[in-house]
C-alpha cells in the first residue's frame, strides 16, 4: 500500500512546526534572539548561519548582542545582519555587535502581520499538498484493489480531518503571532 497515515501526519505536522520557526523570527518589539536566525554571514569562503560564528543573547528587553566568536569575522557578522533587512542598526564594540531594537511603528507592525499571515498561507499550502498526495496514494491503493472503494472514502474522509486539524493549528498560531505584533 502507498497510503501510510503516520508519514501523513508527520508531514503536516512539519509544515505547521516549519510555521512556527518562520513565526518565531518576526519581530514583535521584545528582544528575542530567534529574530536573527535567518541571517546568514560569509565568512571563511561560504556561507554560515550566524549562530556558527557567534554567540546570541538578549542581555536587555530591547537589545541583542551578538558576541562574535573570530575577530576577523567582525565585520563580515556586521554586513550579514545589515543585509538580512530586519531593520535593525549594528553598532560594533570591539568583538561585540550590539543591536538596540527600534520601537515598532504602526505601519511596520501590520506590515509584519501581513507576513505573518502569508506564512500561514505557505504552511496552508504544504498541509494541502500532503492531503492531495494522500488522496491520490489512496486510489492507486484502489487501482490496484489493495483496498475496497468504501475503505478508500473513510480514509479520505480521516484525511481531510488532519487536514482540518492542522489548518486550525496553523491559524491559531499565525492569529496568536498577530495578536502579538500589533498589542506590543
Known sequence: MKYDKADIERRMAG??????????????????????????VEVYGSMMPLNQVATISAPEPRMLSVQVWDKANVS?????????NLGLNPMQDGQTIRLPLPDLNEERRKELAKLAGEYGEKAKIAIRNVRRDANEALKEDEKKKEISEDDRKRLEDEVQKLTDKYVSETDAAVEKKVQEILTQ
Do not use: F, M
Open 76 to 84: 563580515a557578522v556586521e554586513k550579514g545582519i545589515s543585509k538580512a
Open 15 to 40: 509544515a505547521v512546526e516549519s510555521l512556527k520557526g518562520d513565526l518565531s523570527g518576526l519581530r514583535t518589539g521584545r528582544a528575542n534572539t530567534a529574530l536573527l536566525d535567518p541571517v546568514v
